[in-house]
């Protein structure tokens, strides 16, 4: 299984981007797919996570109302949509694959539950 993330760059505080996570070798479609990120000091934390059929999501408090995570199965793809950045989401983001266990809060926002991770992409907020 692999998974390249891309996407991330320098943006100012209130500006967006939107990060892409492309997954092989593996049955995307029933896969869970989980985004994290790690900034500078800081143990990796949950962002957002999708289930399989891309009908239910979760999101870290920190950042609901402005990202948004999706998926495209005919893709292999996820995506994470990120509105009105602020300083304090400048990290470098992970994408996750391979959720063990049933998708809900408490087991996706362990880094523990997932088995597959990307390279990870940099985001950098300035203000």
């Known amino acids: 299984v692999q998974l390249q993330a891309s996407g991330g760059g320098l943006v100012q505080a209130g500006g967006s981007l939107r990060l892409s996570c492309a997954v092989s070798?593996?049955?995307?479609?029933?896969?869970?797919m989980g985004w994290f990120r790690q900034a500078p000091g800081k143990e990796r934390e949950f962002v957002a996570a999708?289930?399989?059929?891309?009908?239910?999501?979760y999101y870290a408090d920190s950042v609901k109302g402005r990202f948004t995570i999706s998926r495209d199965n005919a893709k292999n793809t996820v995506y994470l949509q990120m509105n009105n950045l602020k300083p304090e989401d400048t990290a470098v983001y992970y994408c996750?694959?391979?959720?063990?266990?049933?998708?809900?809060?408490?087991?996706?926002?362990?880094?523990?539950?997932?088995?597959?991770w990307g390279q990870g992409t940099l985001v950098t907020v300035s203000s």
């Open positions: 999708i289930s399989a059929s891309g009908r239910s999501t």
């Open positions: 996750a694959a391979g959720l063990n266990g049933a998708f809900t809060i408490v087991v996706v926002r362990t880094t523990r539950s997932w088995d597959y």
């Open positions: 070798g593996r049955t995307f479609s029933r896969s869970a």
